[in-house]
């Protein structure tokens, strides 16, 4: 393995590593983005059309007075 070799897997690796931070931080991302989706659905004051609410896409199913 001489240096170009290096040089090519290192910024192979590299690329690998920021596409894995990538994603990692868009999981994140989503999961706060579901709470908050789950948040306001508590404060939803649902109405249902054809089984989803309007507002927030609750299921009718899902949804006990
Ligand atoms: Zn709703």
Redesign the pocket.
């Known amino acids: 393995m001489n240096g170009n070799d290096i040089r090519q897997r290192i910024d192979e690796n590299n690329k690998k590593i920021q596409r894995a931070l990538n994603k990692f931080v868009l999981t994140d991302e989503i999961n706060k983005l579901m709470k908050e989706n789950q948040e306001l ?1 508590f404060l ?1 004051e ?1 109405e249902f059309v054809d089984g989803v ?1 309007k ?2 896409d ?1 299921p009718e199913d899902f949804y006990e007075e």
């Open positions: 659905r939803c649902h609410c507002y927030c609750l």
